[in-house]
């Protein structure tokens, strides 16, 4: 009974952070071709494998107007992402009240978003990017029997792509608009410079 509880509790953590991947581009016309990565409590820009450009995270809020409504930082600033039922559409909305509307589209063969790329890890950061997560084997023997025990490796974060940081200000504790220049104090992470889905581990089980 307690293995198929655990079973259960197992599958639902990993159906929760669950991730599609869409790509958009404006409804104009006039490009801006990016990927967005869809969970059940977030969405961030990524690539087209879902890996976090690290450039702000809009957690879900709610269904309003018959739209799906997730907010918080993006490229745009602070902004609410207001997507169709089915996610076909998108519109953002910043809060400068700026309005950008976008269609989901098939990504052209070999497109990279156009709101960044993954950033790279640099020496002597504070959350460091695992690579690989290795598994880790027990053995203990006791009354002539031997039992092992093998640790299922952490499945990466969905909001910061298992670096552990803010995704908002990478890891500084504040933030830089990308169009107007000025810097605010990060009000994702308090300044702590941690992701705040996963808290600064880079897993989330």
Known sequence: MKKLLFLVSLFATL??????????????????????????????????????????????????????????????????????MDYSSLQIVTKKGEKYSYVRKTAPKGAISAHGNIPQQTPGSPYPVPTTYPTTTTTSTSGGY??????????????????????????????????????????????????RVCHGKGHCN
């Not at 990565?37 to 961030?44: D, N």
């Open 15 to 84: 159906f929760s952070y669950a991730q599609t991947v869409y790509y958009y581009e404006l409804s104009n016309g006039k490009g801006d071709g990016h990927y967005i990565a869809v969970t059940s409590k977030s969405c961030y820009d990524s690539d087209s494998k879902g890996i976090s450009l690290n450039n702000g995270l809009r957690l879900y809020k709610g269904e309003q107007n018959n739209k799906k409504l997730f907010s918080g930082m993006s490229v745009y600033g602070e902004a609410s992402y207001y997507f169709s």
């Open 146 to 195: 031997t039992s092992t025990t093998t640790t299922t490796p952490p499945r990466p974060c969905s909001g910061c792509g298992g670096s552990g940081m803010c995704t908002m200000c990478n890891g500084k504790g504040w933030y830089k608009n990308t169009y107007s220049g000025d810097i605010y104090n990060c009000s994702s992470c308090g300044g702590s410079g941690r992701c």
